[in-house]
């Protein structure tokens, strides 16, 4: 299941001691940590970094707050295991309770002289277990697939019916999100025009995604507001348009996510909190990550937190740039998330614009 440069790590975390396991191929090591009280606190204080408010003038300030943090975190949850990942160049993190919401490639190193961050060593994937990681192997060994080009729907238009129901839910007022409609012209542009199927404002409708034979498509891609309840995470959904005498209400919810037929590469939920859900025991994060996993698709790109518009139409513009040039999902969304790390924007090399995006799946 694991190539010989690519190391599983499979975190749990417990009252007196907690573990890791790093998986290579014939290889099997188990890693003593500190005691999972410890590490939640740093981890619950690490994600107050990721509320926003950056900007060119503060940048400088909260990037050096940012990497202060999670270098605790190195220190205590990673440096153990670095010596076993000597070869590895890219991991697979099995996450247990909170490190379900902790990004691992915003994590730097103490190298000296210059501190680095995860991402610049590793590509870097998540996994909600490793049964599930095979599972989804033999699934896709199972099935030849001949989907090909991309499905994308985009810029919903949200009427005060839409509005209504994320209400109930959230409490909050839906905007238009105008960067969503330049982010899925310019990621189906990289797409010949016979494999690209494109839904936009009042065509991006719940009832279109629903009657589209989208089994038929490598890449589906939303760009719209996610409603997240973490709460009930049957009640998180992806906002769309409604149609016109459209009996659907315009949230994609869980359940019917589970009931679509999908037989992608890979599914993108570039909305805000897309990855959130419900931390269960046993069974990790529940949300529309692993809905999506269940109607069929290989791997799910997901957000941790609010993210921006504009970083992320540019952020994802170079994902599927580089999926097209025939880089791994992994591979791809680590040369993107470098890209604006070491771009000219100076407030986009905090992590709360580059980092909020991770791969979910095989």
């Known amino acids: 299941m ?43 204080q690490y994600r107050d970094v990721f509320a926003g408010n950056i900007s060119s003038l503060n940048a400088a300030q909260e990037i050096a707050k940012q990497k ?26 099995v996450p ?9 490639e915003t994590l730097v190193n103490e190298n000296k002289p210059v501190p680095s961050y995860l991402l610049e060593r590793f590509a870097i994937s998540y996994a909600p277990s490793a049964s599930a990681l095979a599972a989804l192997t033999a699934h896709r060994h199972a099935t030849a697939s001949d989907a090909k080009g991309i499905i994308a729907f985009g810029d919903p238009q949200y009427s005060k019916t839409a509005a209504g129901a994320a ?21 189906t542009a990289l797409f010949p025009a016979a494999e690209r199927r494109v839904f936009l404002g009042l065509d991006a409708q719940e009832q279109n995604v629903k009657s589209e ?13 996610g409603i997240i309840d973490e709460d009930y995470p ?57 809905s999506f996993l269940y109607a069929g698709a290989e791997s799910v790109a997901v957000s941790l937190w ?11 513009k170079s994902f599927y740039k580089y999926l097209q040039a025939g880089k791994s999902k992994d591979e791809a969304l680590q040369a993107a998330k470098l890209e604006l790390l070491k771009g000219q924007q100076r407030a986009w090399r905090h992590p709360y614009y580059w980092a909020p995006f991770v791969l979910v799946g095989k």
């Open 2 to 44: 694991l190539t010989p440069d690519t190391a599983l790590i499979e975190f749990v975390l417990s009252e007196q001691k907690s573990f890791a396991w790093v998986i290579q191929q014939g290889k099997l090591t188990a890693v003593m940590l500190p005691p999972g009280q410890e590490i939640e606190a740093l981890v619950k």
């Open 68 to 93: 202060a943090q999670s270098q605790q975190i190195y220190k205590k949850l990673f440096q153990p295991l670095a010596p076993y990942l000597v070869k590895a160049r890219k991991l697979v993190i």
């Open 96 to 104: 247990d309770g909170v490190l379900a919401y902790l990004p691992f």
């Open 167 to 187: 209400q109930s839910v959230r409490g909050n007022e839906l905007r238009q999100l105008p960067y969503t409609r330049m982010e899925v012209n310019e990621i």
């Open 213 to 225: 034979p989208l089994g038929q498509y490598r890449y589906v891609h939303f760009a719209a507001h």
């Open 234 to 290: 049957a009640r998180s959904g992806i906002m769309l348009s409604i149609g016109t005498g459209s009996t659907e209400d315009g949230m994609l919810q869980m359940s019917e996510v589970m009931r679509l037929k999908l037989n992608a590469d890979l599914v993108t939920l570039s909305a805000c909190r897309s990855g959130l859900g419900k931390l269960l025991n046993g069974e990790g994060m529940i949300g529309l990550t692993r």
């Open 306 to 316: 609010s993210v921006n518009d504009i970083a992320t139409a540019s952020l994802m």
